[in-house]
């Protein structure tokens, strides 16, 4: 008798998914929504009051036109380019449509807010509060004292209020400033900038049932007790405020794992598979059991507090249930289309929405390549229970770096491992969470007993967070370039060619995509060429001195644009960095480079530790160095003495500012460098004989009027000058007499506004010179 062996089937090579015209209709209606409102946003920034309704009045003549256009399409273009031109002219009539009904709103606001008085208006408060090292921000609705709705803004207040809240206040009202930050705020709404001197009356309005819940459930959780009770808040109520605060917040970022405490999809998923067990078990119709589904999901997602993302899922999960009770089978992409452009007709600044983008972005590569990720692994002999959870983590990664890059500027590199691990032990707590949360909400008493599980599972969520970002590079900064794109071009030649890869083949990819990046590591890790780099980071001050493996800063700029400017680098780690003195232009943006990039220590003038500024004593800060003069740094074959100041000093005045004679000698290339941080021509008169013939001088103080003579210039003979200095700063810096003087001397004059970033190399007879922007 032969015996029968049963093995396991081959995986099977999925088809190609559909793509829908509705396709078409969603990405007309975002382009169309987008163009609007940043027509809108240049008009409010403009400030001229007739603009804002004659762009949007345009921008909806242009678009409609265009849609009309593709709607009716002409007859003899085949049926299936028919229908995909009529679904994008839908689209881009709606998306024009609520683009320009968003601008005519805002700017009707705008005109409002100009002419109000804040203490005879009442600000509510809406969503959660924002708590930051720059205080604490609102989102907040301005009613009138007969109750009409003025507009939104964003409001500053020195104590956080909840939702709902009414405020009678006192404060100052100021438009939203022309920078990334201002223009996010105008997207999502908010038209003005009113910060409350004093609080003059607070009172909490009348709440719903769900919202009344969501308040006794954190009190219960309360999560400003521990870093695992702000994961438990995050995770079932949607509240972020005291996990944004905690060390935790970074290292979710650092992992990539930051989507698993949003809500979305998968918590909506979570819900409603644990709703369809119990509503099976009490043996619910299935017509009530999908009514009774659609409003638990709606309260959820309301309890959370209502972001787009959730309202996205809200509405496609909400689409699938209808399709199963026609009886008609769900498509996730149709859905996803369908879904984006509703929530586009309803406001167009979801566009803007990071959370919206992130979350529909991650859904249509999870639909488009799921599946055929998982069959790849799977051949290359990854056991089924491993590849299809990381095909949706590498589907997500996929989808979303080139959003994120030019947002955070950071890569995770852990994020596959960190999320196959990580993601059953959150998903767990959302289960847990959702069952013994609302209880303990209820039983009081027993609360701690009952939130035990939870807090464990948090607990270890947290743990295992840190300890994937403690990994080396476990993220890098990286800097929006064209090459960001790239991972769009390769999405849209995998879904042309679709080809059923063999095992090695697959395997090469496997390895080459890891090999690249690993050899970019190790580029700009351990062989980077000699370099001096003057950072463009606008009115501030920010120099990179670099060879092989080792590397310092010479000040931190003012704010975040120094990270991007380390990133853009490709900067991964910082020997030392070197703050000149306490200005605010030369030490503001060293939180965001501690939180970038791994810094070994922070160096500064002997005796002006004592008056560290307290915002920078609060910082998890590496060891912190006190030089004198004579001293020096080594940072590969470059020696960085310090030639001023002379004894110790407080560090807050520009004369007392650290000045670095650079120099490099080795393998017959030669450079010697002047950076004159703040310091002037007072005191570069004292140790400019020290310093003796340079080649390049980063002239002091931005390039000041009292940064250089002609003297001075004469004596220490420098073939070029260059300044940093921001694009419009109010000191007119770099001045007219400070160029004139280096012209005058036969040295070329740079400045960061002009060329951006200002590299210089030491190389044999002299030195070379690039710029980049």
């Known amino acids: 008798m032969r015996r029968m062996f049963t093995t396991s089937a081959a995986p099977e090579f999925p088809p190609r998914p559909y793509l829908p015209p509705a396709a ?55 049926e299936g380019m028919r229908r995909w031109a009529r679904w994008l002219g839908i689209g881009v009539v709606l998306g024009a449509a609520s683009a320009t009904l968003g601008t005519m709103w805002r700017a009707s606001a705008h005109e409002r807010m100009e002419n109000i008085v804040a203490s005879a208006c009442i600000f509510e408060i809406e969503g959660d509060p924002s708590i930051s090292s720059y205080g604490v921000q609102h989102t907040a609705r301005v009613m009138s004292a007969d109750g009409a709705v003025l507009g939104r803004v964003r409001l500053d207040a020195d104590s956080a209020y909840e939702d709902g809240t009414r405020l009678r206040l006192v404060g100052r009202a100021s438009g939203l400033p022309d920078s990334a930050w201002g223009r996010s705020r105008y997207m999502a709404g908010e038209v003005a900038r009113v910060s409350a001197v004093r609080i003059v009356d607070s009172e909490s309005r009348a709440i719903g049932p769900i919202e009344a819940l969501r308040a006794r459930m954190l009190d219960v959780i309360q999560p400003d007790a521990s870093q695992a009770r702000a994961l438990v808040a995050g995770i079932v109520c949607g509240r972020t405020t005291e996990l944004d605060q905690a060390s935790a917040s970074e290292a979710f ?60 899922s809200l509405i496609m999960v909400g689409l699938t249930l209808v399709a199963s009770w026609g009886e008609r089978r769900g498509h996730g992409i149709s859905a996803l289309a369908l879904t984006t452009m509703a929530l586009v007709a309803r ?15 991650s859904v249509l590569f999870i639909q488009l390549f799921y599946r055929y990720l998982s069959y790849l692994l799977t051949r290359l002999g990854m056991p089924r229970p491993i590849a299809e959870p990381l095909s949706l983590t590498l589907c997500a990664q996929w989808g979303t770096l080139p959003i994120t890059i030019p947002i955070f500027g950071t890569c995770s590199i852990v994020a596959p491992l960190a999320n196959l691990v990580l993601g ?11 069952v013994s949360v609302p209880l303990a909400a209820i039983v009081g008493p027993l609360a701690d007993v009952l939130l035990a599980p939870a807090d464990a599972l948090a607990s270890i969520s947290v743990f295992g967070a840190q300890a994937f970002a403690g990994f080396p590079y476990a993220s890098i900064a990286m800097a929006a370039s064209p090459a960001t794109a790239l ?19 697959v395997a090469v990819v496997c390895a080459a995509i890891p090999g690249a990046l690993a050899m970019h590591l190790v580029r700009w890790t351990l062989f980077v060429p000699a370099s001096v780099t003057v950072l463009d980071v606008g009115q501030a001050d920010a120099i990179l001195v670099r060879e092989g493996s080792a590397a310092i800063l010479v000040d931190a700029g003012v704010d975040s644009e120094v ?16 703050i000149t003195h306490w200005d605010l232009d030369h030490y503001g943006g060293l939180e965001d480079v501690l939180a970038n990039v791994s810094v070994s220590r922070v160096v500064v003038a002997e005796g002006a530790l004592d008056a560290m500024p307290e915002e920078l004593a609060a910082l998890d800060m590496p060891e912190v160095v006190e030089l004198g003069e004579g001293d020096a740094l080594s940072v590969g074959g470059f020696a960085c003495t310090m030639v001023w100041p002379e004894g110790p000093v407080e560090g807050s005045d520009n004369e007392d500012s650290v000045a670095l004679a650079v120099r490099y000698d080795s393998g017959g290339c030669a450079l010697d460098m002047l950076l004159a941080g703040d310091t002037e021509i007072a005191q570069e008169e004292r140790y400019a004989g020290r310093v003796g013939d340079i080649d390049v001088l980063k002239l002091g103080h931005h390039g000041s009027a009292a940064s250089v003579d002609a003297a001075l210039m004469a004596q220490m003979r420098p073939e070029l000058a260059i300044a940093s200095a921001g694009e419009g700063n109010s000191y007119g810096h770099p001045t007219k007499e400070c160029i004139d003087t280096v012209e005058a001397s036969g040295a070329r004059f740079l400045c960061t506004i002009d060329v951006g970033d200002v590299t210089v190399r030491p190389a044999q007879g002299g030195f070379s010179v690039s710029t980049e922007r």
């Open 24 to 78: 078409a209709g969603a990405a007309g209606a975002l382009v169309a929504a987008a163009l609007g409102l940043e027509f809108g946003w240049r008009s409010y920034i403009a400030s001229d009051s007739g603009a804002p309704g004659q762009t949007a009045f345009a921008v909806l003549a242009v678009s409609c036109a265009v849609g009309i256009l593709c709607i009716f399409v002409r007859p003899f273009w085949g």
């Open 347 to 361: 406001d167009a600044g979801v566009v803007f929405d990071v959370g919206f983008r992130l979350s529909a972005v």
């Open 424 to 434: 059953p032990v959150m998903s767990a707590l959302l289960v847990v969470g959702l």
């Open 253 to 312: 970022a650092r992992t990539g794992t930051s989507h698993l405490v949003a809500v979305s999809g998968s918590h909506l998923a979570l819900v409603t598979s644990l709703a369809q067990v119990f509503l099976a078990f009490v043996g619910a119709r299935l017509r009530t059991r999908y009514l009774l589904l659609v409003l638990l999901m709606s309260s959820y997602v309301i309890l959370t507090g209502g972001s787009a993302s959730a309202v996205r």
């Open 487 to 505: 991972p769009y071009l390769a999405a849209c030649v995998v879904y042309a060619a679709w080809l059923d890869a063999s095992r090695w083949q």
């Open 563 to 578: 990270a991007d400017a380390l990133a853009r680098n490709s900067v991964f780690q910082l020997d030392a960095v070197v």
